[in-house]
T-cell receptor, first 113, second 113 residues
Framework: QKEVEQNSGPLSVPEGAIASLNCTYS??????FFWYRQYSGKSPELIMF????GDKEDGRFTAQLNKASQYVSLLIRDSQPSDSATYLC?????????????FGSGTQLTVLP | EAGVAQSPRYKIIEKRQSVAFWCNPI?????LYWYQQILGQGPKLLIQ????????DSQLPKDRFSAERLKGVDSTLKIQPAKLEDSAVYLC???????????FGPGTRLTVT
């Protein structure tokens, strides 16, 4: 069974600091990885995706992928109180035609003013 | 570009009643997904359509849940009869193709009493 594991948190960082969110996955065949942000009472919002080993930067967000270690992370630089949300990590495998997206349970981030 | 539309946004029913949810994906997106998200957990895939065909319904409780996407565009998810444990947020998402990034609608919050 494919699993995506995240620390549930809560993770608290002061405003302006770097928030580091981590995720591991069990399916070695997984090829695509996604980070979603979910505010309380809202639906998930896609913020980053990464397919290749290494880093991918988009504004204050950097996604990091290490397929050998089956590890994905999201760094948020200059964290703002508006970044306070639950961050969901998700992975897509290569199994068959379905290529199902498997989500972790999310890490709750609080940025303290 | 319009996002994924869902209705209703909220629904309260008694156990053993039936309920239906509607979803209209982003224009041009061939793949449509229905997820169930229980509080504190990541979304769990119920069913995945590619155009009007089902490609994965392995986690759909088929004794009470059904879904269709007859013309390859909008979709309905039905629960009949509902149980208390069906209380959750039902999310619809769409993507250009299977395995690509998914975009979520606002969700329907179902409460079964």
């Amino acid at each position: 069974q494919k699993e995506v594991e995240q620390n549930s948190g809560p993770l608290s960082v002061p405003e302006g600091a770097i928030a580091s969110l981590n995720c591991t996955y069990s399916d070695r065949g997984s090829q695509s990885f996604f980070w979603y942000r979910q505010y309380s009472g809202k639906s998930p919002e896609l913020i980053m995706f990464i397919y290749s080993n290494g880093d991918k930067e988009d504004g204050r967000f950097t996604a990091q992928l290490n397929k050998a270690s089956q590890y994905v992370s999201l760094l948020i630089r200059d964290s703002q109180p508006s970044d306070s949300a639950t961050y969901l990590c998700a992975a897509v495998g290569e199994g068959g035609s379905a290529r199902q997206l498997t989500f972790g349970s999310g890490t709750q981030l609080t940025v303290l003013p | 570009e319009a996002g994924v539309a869902q209705s209703p946004r909220y629904k309260i029913i008694e156990k053993r009643q039936s309920v239906a949810f509607w979803c209209n994906p982003i224009s041009g997106h061939a793949t449509l997904y229905w997820y169930q998200q229980i509080l504190g957990q990541g979304p769990k895939l119920l069913i995945q359509f590619q155009n009007n065909g089902v490609v994965d319904d392995s986690q759909l409780p088929k004794d009470r849940f059904s879904a269709e996407r007859l013309k390859g565009v909008d979709s309905t998810l039905k629960i009949q009869p509902a149980k208390l444990e069906d209380s959750a947020v039902y999310l619809c998402a769409s993507s250009l193709r299977t395995g690509h990034e998914q975009y979520f609608g606002p969700g329907t919050r179902l409460t079964v009493t």
